[in-house]
């Protein structure tokens, strides 16, 4: 059995006033703003406009909802600008806080308008996108394969076309 330091158990008591978390909430949040090319700095600054605008402490902010919130209003802004799109508005994505086990929910149907703009983008939206990491990694997160959604399209004459030919055959 060890017997710790005094000491040790002074140090303990003032980092949790400073940093309350634990270790695998610290770690989750670091781990997916990192997945974004996000430095543990910028997260701190999220933490810390978080705390101010909700008038809470840090022992009361859940860091992995402050990094997933973080990322969700990057994206949104980028996905707007792009698309003209807005995932919250046009779709409903969230961020559910659950500490390290934060996740982006949507309600039915968000998915699908998601995919249908992202289907109906123009070659320089697309270009656009797929330049973007943070836009990249944020559809990695919600399962969605962008080149499976911007599949090569037939031109819109050949659907002219099919409908010229339905039209003689009648």
């Known amino acids: 059995m060890s017997i710790e330091h005094p000491l040790d158990s002074d140090i303990k008591q ?3 006033q400073f940093c309350p978390y634990g270790y695998t909430d610290v770690k989750a949040a670091v781990a997916f703003f990192r997945k974004f090319d996000k430095r543990p700095g910028e997260l701190f600054e999220h933490l810390e406009n978080f705390c101010e605008m909700y008038g809470i402490g840090f022992d009361k902010a859940d860091p992995c909802y402050v990094a997933y919130e973080a990322i969700l209003q990057e994206a949104r802004t980028a996905l707007d600008k792009v698309l003209d799109f807005d995932i919250q508005n046009d779709a409903e994505f969230y961020t559910h806080g659950e500490y390290c086990a934060t996740f982006y929910e949507s309600s039915p149907g968000s998915m699908e ?3 249908e703009a992202l289907f109906f983008a123009d070659e320089d939206q697309i270009k656009m996108i797929k330049e973007m990491v943070l836009l990249q990694r944020f559809l990695q997160e919600l399962d ?8 090569p399209r037939p031109d819109e004459s050949e659907y002219v076309l099919q409908d010229d030919l339905r039209q003689h055959h009648d």
Not at 144 to 151: A, P, R
């Open 144 to 151: 969605i394969n962008l080149d499976k959604v911007i599949q």
């Open 113 to 115: 308008r998601l995919k």
């Open 14 to 16: 003032f980092q949790v």
